[in-house]
């Protein structure tokens, strides 16, 4: 074997060392590669933050607007003597009914009856002087003078005794209005006087209900709407009409003054509790609500999180009415959007996210 015949030999054998020591590595390369390529999908999805969702669509929301008012009765006055007198009968029982007219109390007229009697006396006399003294002027045995000044005495008395009869009037205190009668203030035998409130008469066959609006909304609330509220003291809604508004808004204030009146034939509704109003005052055909608990606090207002090709989309909301586990979004959700309304703490924008259960 010649020299160039080892030299090929040799040339082989590194080769198929070469072959053989790359072999191996190549092979180790193989399979660690592919287990990655497979577990590269499991990581992602360990990632993903498993939400539940809300699916948003269009539904019929009836417009309103909250308000605070006052019940008061539809007639309510203060029983008040015109005159100073002493009380000497009560007529009637606290808490009970009366028709318009009825005597409630009398007050001492002695006095009064006394000078009415003579004062009719006196007219009897006046009466007979002045048919003599005009049967004297049909003969010319008077004058007309004389005449007139009889007349006059007549007159003069006549008036007199209709002022004592108005006086008179006065100290029998009548219910001006059907109604209700407080609790009485005084008691027979109590000297009044007209600052002294005897008792109070109230009709409560109807209520108003006094409540105001922002001005915003002054142009949509108007005579003949209907209203829904409650009171502290029943547990249903009643339904009041509004009657009347203001005329204009109040410049302090900035609201609007409205006048509502309810049926009060049960006698639920008492005079003086406060009350929580309802006004309607549209519908929206596709309006949007979605669960409160999406609804993340900002420092501007509201925000939520939403899909967007498998991520969390942080959005800025504007919200509206709320009702119990509700809330209407005017801004930043459309029909169709899905809502995320759990694990809401651990994602953030761009988060993948996988879906636990739609509503």
Known sequence: MNKSSHV??????????ASLLILPNALSS??????????????????????????VNGSVIDETIQAVGTIAAKQSVDIVSEIARKVTRIFVKEGSYVQQGALLFKLDDADLLARKYKLQ?????????????????????????????????????????????????????????????GLTKVDI???????????????VSQVEVNFTVPEKYASEVKAGQLVQFT???????????????????????RSLDILAVSENNE??????????????????QQGITIPTQAL???????????????????????TGKRTKGNVQILEGVSIGDTVITTNILRLGPG????LASAN
């Open 351 to 354: 988060v993948p996210v996988s």
């Open 189 to 203: 035998g109590a000297y009044v006087t007209p600052n002294t409130v005897l008792t109070t008469l109230q009709d």
């Open 8 to 17: 090929v030999i040799s040339v082989v054998v590194g080769l198929v060392i």
């Open 121 to 181: 006396q006196q007219e009897k006399l006046a009466l007979l002087d002045e048919s003599r003294f005009r049967e004297l002027l049909t003969t010319e045995s008077v004058t007309q003078q004389e005449y007139d000044q009889i007349s006059t005495n007549l007159k003069v008395l006549q008036a007199e005794i209709g002022v004592l009869e108005v006086e008179i009037a006065k100290t029998e205190l009548r219910a001006p209005f059907s109604g209700k009668i």
């Open 267 to 284: 006698g639920l509704l008492v005079p003086g509790v406060s009350t929580k109003i309802d006004i309607g005052l549209k519908q929206i």
């Open 30 to 55: 193989k399979n660690t590669e592919t287990p990655k390529a497979e577990a590269k999908p499991a990581a992602v999805a360990a990632n993903k933050v498993a939400v539940d969702t809300y699916i």
């Open 296 to 318: 993340i606090p900002t420092p501007k207002g509201y925000s939520l999180f939403a899909i967007k090709n498998g991520q969390a989309d942080l959005r800025e909301v504007k």
């Open 231 to 253: 009171t502290e003291n029943a547990t249903q809604t009643f339904t009041g009409k509004i009657i009347a508004t203001e005329p204009k808004t109040d410049v302090a204030t």
